[in-house]
């Protein structure tokens, strides 16, 4: 009886662990910019609106969920080819990001948001030049307690 009480003990023990999730590296993230076909691009013309892309993707079996103050916080910035700051994409930095994509990205789940260049009036045509989009982004998953920092970039063009 005692075998089988420890072994019903384990069995459950088991059950409630996560399968899967075991690492934040296990949420993909990753930003793009596109063209007003809404294609990938790295090279527009002068005066066409550029978008903003910011993806997660659930590559795991488990619901990955952000609480509270563990929201991401993210910046899209454009930088010239001297790392002089031109504007930002979203102007100032938004406590809650992932509110607009829920609470939660569930198993296997690719979640986006985009964000046009001129959707924040202050931005103007960029002129004729090389840029470059940085984003800066922090994940906090309480659940496994790990956080990651990402630093990505975008090298472009306005021809």
């Given at each position: 009886m005692k075998k089988i009480v420890i072994l019903g003990l384990l069995l459950f023990t088991?059950?409630?662990?996560?399968?899967?999730?075991?690492?934040?590296?296990?949420?993909e993230v990753h930003i793009d910019l596109l063209n007003e076909n809404h294609s990938?691009?790295?090279?527009?013309?002068?005066?066409?609106?550029?978008i903003f892309e910011y993806t997660e993707k659930n590559n795991t079996s488990d619901t990955i969920y952000y609480y509270g103050s563990q929201c991401p916080t993210f910046q899209f910035k454009v930088y010239d080819?001297?790392?002089?700051?031109?504007?930002?994409?979203?102007?100032?930095?938004?406590?809650?990001?992932d509110i607009l994509l829920q609470q939660n990205i569930a198993p296997k789940q690719t979640k986006s948001f985009e964000i046009?260049?001129?959707?924040?009036?202050?931005?103007?045509?960029?002129?004729?030049?090389?840029?470059?989009?940085?984003?800066?982004?922090?994940i906090d998953i309480p659940d496994i307690n790990e956080s990651k920092k990402y630093n990505l970039s975008i090298e472009?063009?306005?021809k």
């Open positions: 088991l059950s409630c662990e996560k399968d899967n999730f075991k690492s934040i590296n296990d949420l990938s691009t790295r090279v527009f013309n002068f005066g066409e609106d550029l080819k001297n790392d002089n700051l031109i504007g930002d994409a979203i102007p100032g930095n938004w406590a809650c990001f046009n260049w001129f959707n924040d009036t202050a931005n103007v045509s960029l002129p004729k030049g090389d840029y470059e989009l940085k984003f800066d982004n922090t472009f063009k306005i």
